[in-house]
C-alpha cells in the first residue's frame, strides 16, 4: 500500500472517496490506494461470500458486504474489507458506511498480508461489536480465525481437510469450499 504523504482530515477524505473511482482507505490522517487482486483473491471472497449467503438466507436480520463498504471506528480508520457480516440495526442508516460488523475476512496478498495480521488487526480489535476476524490465504488452503473470547483472542488455524468454525455465524465452512475453483 502506497500512502499519500500528506495529512487530511476524515471529513476530506470522504469527500475525495465520493468523487474518485479509485478506492482508498484511511488510517489516522494518511490515504492508501487500494491495490489490484488476483483472481484467486477474487474467487475466495465469492465463495466466502456465497456459502454466507446461503447459510442467512432471507428471514436473517444480518447483512454481508464485499470490499466495495467501508468499515469505519470513529475518525481513526475507514478500510475496505474482503467480506464482513453486520447484523446491528444500526448499519442499516448509512449505506456506504458500516460501523458494528460481527465478522470480518480479509483474504491475504503479498502486498497487504503484514498490514492485515498486525496493524489492521490492532484497529479492528476496537469495533467492540466484532466478534471473529478472519484471514485467509491465497497461496496455500490456510485460514487463520481470530475470535473474541472475553477480553482476549484466540487463534485457531485451519488447513486443507479441514473445517472452519464461524462461530459468529454459527456457520461450519468446508476449507475445501473456501477454495473451490482456483487457478494454479
Known sequence: MIAIP???????YLEIERQNPIRHEYRRGLVYAMAGGTDNH??????????IDNHLGDASDCRFYSGNVKVNYQDEFYYYPDAFVTCDPRDRNDRYIKRYPKLIAEVLSSSTQAFD??????????LESLEEYVLISQDSQRVECRRKVGNSWEVVVYGSGDRLLLKSLNLEIAIAQLYRGLDG
Open 117 to 126: 495480521l498486525e496493524e489492521k488487526f490492532e484497529d479492528y480489535q476496537k
Open 42 to 51: 477474487d474467487r475466495i471472497t465469492f465463495n466466502l461470500l456465497k456459502l
Open 6 to 12: 500528506n495529512y487530511i482530515s476524515p471529513e476530506e
